[in-house]
């Protein structure tokens, strides 16, 4: 029995441990929540910050506990962390901005690309970057705002694109960086990265193979650089069930649990439609997952250094990564206007 809980103590368990109340909390009380402010002026402004610090704080110490890592350091590190994020979100809120659709992950990872290369990260600010963790959460958050009824209206042609467009690209990608010399776990995560959901498909794909920590950094960067995130892939070799339940990452459950969750939620009527005609609670749980990307994109940042994704170790990933990536954007929109401007009006 033991040993059965310490199973649980691994991060990608204690993320979806920590998740579940944020998600409670936009289930129980979404109007009564925080959220981000469009500006940095007035006292409700700085309520709301207040209270979503105070929720990103104990969120981090919880999960600090429950996994054993040190807490000392925490809550000056985090201020820096949460204080830059916050920026980022701010920012992406301006008109002229937003306008032009520039996200506040945009901005977190710039933001902390400035920081780690113009100037250095102190010891005392690394407590609190934590990317991985934060991200991880995004995630399971993130699974509350894919509601079944929204995917369907997609309907068959998008789902089929989907499954193309990721097949298509993942095994080019995958094929160039091999003939490129690019190692097969780097290849595999490049790969899953740029097919799929760009960050969150890079850190799943290397738990999986067991990628290399600097070179799964390196990929990130270029996927936040160069490339918008769209949804999730995990490679897969033919292993024993049991391999498979080993390696998989276990927050995607959360993710999973989360959509199917809030999609009964909504065809049994129990959310509460807002003043813009848009359901709170999913609402909420979107703000969640924001929250914590712009906090998992700032700690991507502030690890990454830019000299690094030009040296000539890293070269052919970057070379590979860029063609494969123009490959995605021409085989996604050929095969877009074959089913969408051809099949289905013929149909």
Known sequence: MKNFFEKLRVEDWVVVWVSIPLLLLASLIPADLPSVPATLV?????????????????????????????????LPSLVVVFAVSLLAQVVAKIPAVSYYGFESVFFSVLFGLVIRNVWRVPAWMKPAIQGEFFIKIGVVCLGATILFSDVMKSGVFGLVQACLVVAVVWFFAFRFSRRMKVDERSAMILASGLSICGVSASITAARVVGGDDRKLSYIVSLVLIVVVPMIYLMPWQAPSLGIVWEKFPKFILGFVAASLVFSLCQSNGLFTLGAKGKLLEPGVAKMFSTVFFSLAFVCIGLDTRLKDIVSKENRNVLRSFLVAQTFNIVVTFVIACLLFGLLKPAL
């Open 42 to 74: 007035g006292e409700v402004a700085w309520y709301n910050i207040g209270l979503l610090f105070a929720i990103v704080l104990v969120v981090l110490y919880v999960g600090c506990l429950l996994l054993r890592r040190p807490l000392k350091g925490l």
